[in-house]
């Protein structure tokens, strides 16, 4: 209990995540610290006591339910105020304590105008100022249905839950209790309560997920029985280590383009992935690829090979009750009957997958991955998996010109080893300077023994494609009259430095064996580390200056 009695240290976008993580403790933290202020916004709309008082407990259960949606934490505060003067605006809409007609000073400021709050863009108050000098509020017919189909939809959701769920939902929603005063209420343990709560949340997200799924394969049979399948062929298979996921999901894909022509290292090395490093600042843990803005840097990079590429989503949680998910399910189908293969993220495992059909009728997608080709349920992307959303489609291949590939690919590689990308996260360093953190990481004992291991195993997956595709370039080079013969000497010695860091990550990975990790909690095979990551970041400097020297050539 030392952690829940530390949560008042905490800040606002901390709190926020631990809550979208399952922490009912956060979220209450959030609600006692911002309960005054979010009444006033309600009072602001409401003008009138107890219609704010009811307006703000609807408000945060609207909020708990929906906190999973909220993409930036650190703009809560202002999430809250929307969704709190929305439910205002809404039961004013309704009437209130006044019916139809309320005083001019309900509505009136100062000056005259609405108090209608730009901020506020989900609703508007459509009124007029009658000879009576009340506002007479114009009714919309279709909002008025919109509105009851929610309410009902909520009361159907509410009444799934047991007895015991339902109770200890409404008060601590609506009543604002505390877990402790809950449990008091119940007599049991403030422990029972948090996971009563937990579980109720859950259950009302699957079921708010099972409801939209249901409506939207509905629509998209057009109200019909049968619903619409599609699955493209496979003509290869899916191998490789697991370090390398997406380039393997993008070479796997590539099976459905005609006439491209990419090989494993051609793709790492082209989208400069074979060379990027990201460490977290805090932690040495196996999370690297969080560390990387996933639509920017992949889209970006598929590009660069000459792909259309779309994507939703971006790697964060989303909540089972989330749009998101909906939106996310017809992107997928719509590349897929476009005849477009989808990458996708966190389906049973930790890394990237293929999608290459889907089927309505039976609710699941057929995928490969680093699992055995399946079909997968649809409840996998989303809540009965990850929720970490992100699916990508290559899009069209159009083709490209070699020498403006290169030139791109070069001047993001040294970008990045230089730390100079926009795509970046605060809490990660990157390139040559994420070196320096890692090895103070590893000096201080702040590494899990597993999770470093990933750390070394794939960065040193990465190194070997990298030295691979230098290889290839060096033969590349020829092609270009002019400077082709300097080119090929300088992708060899950029070959040869990143042989010697390659050479420098085997005995790393002997040093750091996957999946245990070594004996890292020993000084001297932590100080050995050091020096090891102290030679490999000098040999890619070097590296590095070699193509910096090619793309002076190349421009």
Not at 63 to 71: D, I, Q, S, V
Not at 413 to 423: D, F, K, L, R, T
């Amino acid at each position: 209990m030392q952690w829940i009695d530390r949560y008042h240290e905490l800040m606002d976008e901390e709190l926020v995540r631990l809550a979208q993580s399952g922490s009912d403790t956060a979220y209450n933290e959030l609600i006692q610290r911002h309960r005054g202020r979010m009444l006033r916004w309600s009072l602001e709309v409401t003008r009138e006591t107890y219609l704010a008082e009811d307006v703000l407990q609807e408000s945060m259960l609207r909020a708990y339910m929906m906190l999973g949606t909220l993409r930036m934490p650190e703009k809560f505060l202002g999430w809250m105020k929307r969704i709190v003067r929305n439910r205002a605006y809404r039961a004013v809409r309704r009437g209130g304590p006044y019916a139809k007609e309320l005083p001019f000073a309900a509505y009136a400021n100062g000056d005259g105008s609405s108090g209608y709050d730009e901020e506020t863009t989900e609703w508007r108050l459509h009124a007029r100022l009658s000879a009576s000098g009340t506002f007479q509020l114009d009714d919309n017919p279709l909002e008025r249905l919109m509105r009851r189909e929610n309410e009902q939809s909520l009361h159907r959701l509410l009444r799934q839950l047991n007895r015991k769920e339902r109770g200890m939902l409404e008060e601590f929603a609506f009543y604002q209790r505390t877990p402790q005063e809950i449990a008091s209420l119940y007599d049991t343990s403030s422990n029972n309560v948090y996971t009563t709560l937990s579980r109720s949340r859950r259950k009302l997200q699957m079921l708010t997920y099972q409801t939209k799924l249901t409506h939207y394969l509905k629509e998209r049979s057009g109200g019909g029985e049968t619903g619409r399948s599609k699955q493209l062929g496979i003509d290869s298979l899916y191998f490789g280590e697991i370090w390398d996921s997406f380039a393997l999901c993008v070479l796997h894909a590539t099976q459905y383009k005609e006439n491209v022509p990419y090989t494993l290292p051609q793709i790492m090395g082209r989208t400069g992935l074979a060379f990027r490093l990201q460490v977290k600042r805090t932690v040495i843990d196996d999370n690297a690829v969080k560390g990387i803005h996933w639509p920017a840097v992949y889209q970006k990079a598929l590009r660069r090979l000459g792909f259309q590429p779309a994507s939703i989503g971006d790697g964060q949680k989303v909540s089972s009750a989330s749009d998101k998910l909906m939106e996310a399910y017809s992107f997928v189908q719509q590349s897929l009957d476009g005849g477009h293969p989808v990458i996708v993220w966190g389906i049973r495992v930790g890394y990237f997958a293929l999608i290459h059909g889907y089927d309505d009728n039976l609710r699941c997608f057929h995928m490969t991955g680093l699992f055995e080709g399946t079909r997968i349920p649809y409840e996998e992307l989303g809540p009965a998996g990850s929720s970490e959303l992100f699916v990508l489609s290559l899009g069209r291949y159009a083709g490209t010109a070699q020498q403006d590939t290169l030139i791109a690919a070069l001047t993001d590689i040294i970008e990045h080893a230089e730390g100079m990308e926009s795509s970046r996260y605060p809490e990660y360093e990157y390139g040559l300077a994420a070196y320096s953190v890692w090895m103070s990481g590893l000096a201080a004992g702040k590494a899990d023994p597993c999770e470093h291991a990933h750390l070394v195993w794939s960065t040193a997956s990465s190194r070997y494609f990298a030295y691979q595709f230098l290889v290839e370039l060096k033969q590349e080079c020829t092609r270009y009259r002019a400077v082709g013969t300097r080119l090929a000497e300088l992708a060899g010695e950029a070959a040869a430095a990143y042989m010697e860091a390659l050479s420098d990550y085997q005995k790393l990975k002997r040093l750091f064996p996957f999946p245990h990790g070594g004996l890292i909690d020993r000084h001297e095979v932590r100080d050995e580390g050091v020096e090891l990551l102290r030679s490999i970041r000098e040999a890619e400097c070097r590296g590095i200056n070699k193509l910096k020297l090619m793309l002076q050539l190349l421009s």
